[in-house]
């Protein structure tokens, strides 16, 4: 793997909005597509949560088999948005349900700090509990439970980054998935943080810049919303989405990856 640095994570993000610019209507529609299903599967009774968890390995991988599909120039069809569904379902249904069981032993162990404040939060205000979040007060939330959640969520996240892909494109099994994706992901740590700290410049500081200035010339907020949060966000979100695939092409190529986008 060639040297991975912060600046490596910004052009991830400049090569994710070259691919979008390609198409971005299509990459608009997949995404909006992907969030919509998880919607809808999330509100089935009872089971809802754990079917979104599983189902979003399956969609994502459509998503990016999409993307993948522009940097071949072709005009991708709409159907390689349920690619994971034909191939690899299970293991990939099976990734979904292990991170949501990962993830709620994590939010378990704050218990440990704030007596299970942050999980009751995550689980009325996430989970869909039935009980409304707002019953528990956000300041009520302790910052040493918190930093304990994220030192212990930072492997989990790291080890399901890219083992969807490894799944359903590489052919692997969950463990080897989840550990190549936590060895490539801690070795390429410097990208991932430069392509964070790109998601933060573009998806919060600039906008927010933007907005004061405009408020501060007298626009409503209402308008200053319309003008600048809904166009961001949909930009940001395919950018993002193709800015990972783009990652993904250069933390663990392999002649089934995708090809970078030509840069801007």
């Known amino acids: 793997m060639n040297r991975i640095g912060l ?15 390609r ?8 995404v909006m597509s992907y969030w919509t299903m998880l919607g809808l599967a999330g509100l089935i009774p009872v089971a809802g949560d754990l079917l979104v968890a599983a189902l979003a390995p399956v969609l994502l991988v459509g998503v ?6 522009l940097d071949a120039e072709a005009m991708p069809s709409f159907t390689l948005m349920f690619s994971g569904f034909r191939n690899r379902l299970q293991p990939l249904m099976g990734l979904g349900v292990i991170h949501f069981l990962l993830t ?9 700090f704030d007596g ?23 300041e009520s939330l302790s910052l040493s ?14 080890a399901f980054a890219y083992a969807p892909l490894l799944v359903a494109w590489r052919g692997f099994g969950l463990g080897k998935a989840l550990f190549f994706s936590l060895v490539a ?3 390429a740590w410097q990208g991932l943080l430069g392509l964070f700290l790109a998601i933060l410049t573009f998806g919060i500081f600039v906008p927010a810049l933007a907005m004061m200035l405009l408020i501060a010339l007298g626009i409503s907020e209402a308008v200053v ?8 966000m949909a930009v940001l979100a395919p950018t993002v989405v193709s800015a990972f695939l783009s990652s993904y092409s250069e933390v663990l190529p392999d002649n089934e990856g995708a090809a970078p986008a030509q840069p801007i």
């Open 7 to 21: 600046a490596t994570g910004w052009q991830w993000f400049r090569d994710g909005f070259a691919r979008y610019r």
């Open 23 to 30: 198409n971005p209507l299509l990459m608009l529609f997949w």
């Open 64 to 69: 990016f088999s999409g993307c993948r599909a």
């Open 104 to 112: 709620l032993s994590v939010l378990a162990l704050t218990a440990l």
């Open 116 to 138: 299970g404040t942050l999980l009751q939060f995550m689980a009325r205000s996430t989970l869909g509990a039935g009980v409304d979040a707002s019953t528990i007060d956000p």
């Open 145 to 158: 439970a918190l930093l304990f959640a994220l030192a212990l969520y930072m492997p989990v996240m790291m």
């Open 185 to 187: 992901s801690w070795r």
């Open 225 to 232: 919303t319309s003008l600048i949060v809904v166009p961001l």
